[in-house]
């Protein structure tokens, strides 16, 4: 999981360049499609015994990660990969707020702490103008990326241990590709020029969004949704350094924002148990 980080972080960068080739669902959909066809090849054998649970398991966490990735992409073209990689952090003190939201169980007051410490790094680390509160369509489309990825997280958890993951990979990547290329009409995205720097990145972040799928689906069999979301958290530090090493040059106000998100991330999950009171001993 660490290593899923690792290229995840990765990929801001190399997707921010090619939005400069490629409308984002065009790109996603290629992504994702050439992703489960390759998927398809490789667990051929295993889809014999695909069942209700697992389709529908599938087609949920396709269209979390439809959604996600689509607005993540749509906003790269407005905005920087290293901004985008800590803005999408924020999926994770997310987590315990959607759990709120669908399951009735509130936040503890660590989740409360990061949340507010996440919320002012993303001022802080927000549009040319940082320390205003005046997103722009780039910051809002990674926003509610952000809460698309955080219910991925959730419905991976869910269904983890009740599926076999490399059926559930095979249905969700088809499912976030069909429906990224089927959206396209409908947003008024047209087929861009052949160009290697959109074709050469469509084929890499396939195969990398295989072997993250997969490895996701896996993991999370015996990793809780919490503890994978501590992991996930060195996400955006990978996207920030590759982002540097590739010549983003974000404000120092931008950068101590980042450190407030990945604070927040960290601080989120952080519990503390009661003291045990130990009794004395009667003679």
């Known amino acids: ?148 990825v955080a219910g991925e997280i959730l419905l991976i958890g869910r269904f983890a241990g009740r599926v076999d993951s490399r059926r559930v990979t095979v249905v969700q990547l088809l499912v976030a590709g069909g429906l990224s290329l089927a959206m396209m009409p409908v947003a008024g995205e047209v087929v861009p020029a052949f160009s290697w720097y959109w074709a050469l990145p469509v084929l890499i972040m396939g195969v990398m969004s295989m072997v993250i799928q997969l490895t996701m689906n896996w993991a999370q069999q015996t990793v809780s949704p919490t503890r994978a979301t501590v992991i996930y958290a060195g996400e955006p530090v990978w996207g920030g350094v590759v982002g540097r090493i590739a010549g983003d040059r974000l404000p120092a106000l931008a950068i101590f924002g980042g450190a407030l998100i990945v604070a927040g991330v960290l ?5 503390f148990a009661p003291k045990k009171t130990v009794e004395p001993v009667q003679p």
Request: hydrophobic share 55%; charged share 5%; net charge positive.
């Open 1 to 148: 999981m660490i290593l899923v980080t690792v290229f995840w972080g990765g990929t801001f960068f190399v997707v921010h360049l090619a939005m400069q080739h490629a409308g984002p669902l065009f790109f996603v959909g290629l992504r994702f499609s050439w992703a489960g066809l390759l998927s398809l090849v490789l667990c051929r054998g295993h889809l014999r015994g695909l069942t209700r649970l697992e389709l529908g398991a599938g087609f949920l966490i396709g269209v979390s990660i439809f959604l996600g990735y689509g607005l993540q992409t749509y906003g790269l073209q407005t905005i920087t990969g290293s901004q985008s990689a800590f803005i999408t952090a924020l999926y994770v003190p997310m987590v315990p707020l959607v759990q709120w939201l669908v399951m009735g169980r509130p936040p503890h007051l660590m989740s409360w702490i990061g949340i507010l410490l996440a919320f002012a790094g993303l001022i802080c680390l927000s549009g040319p103008q940082a320390g205003s509160l005046s997103f722009g369509p780039g910051e809002v489309a990674t926003l509610l990326c952000a809460v698309a």
């Open 267 to 271: 601080v989120s999950e952080l519990k």
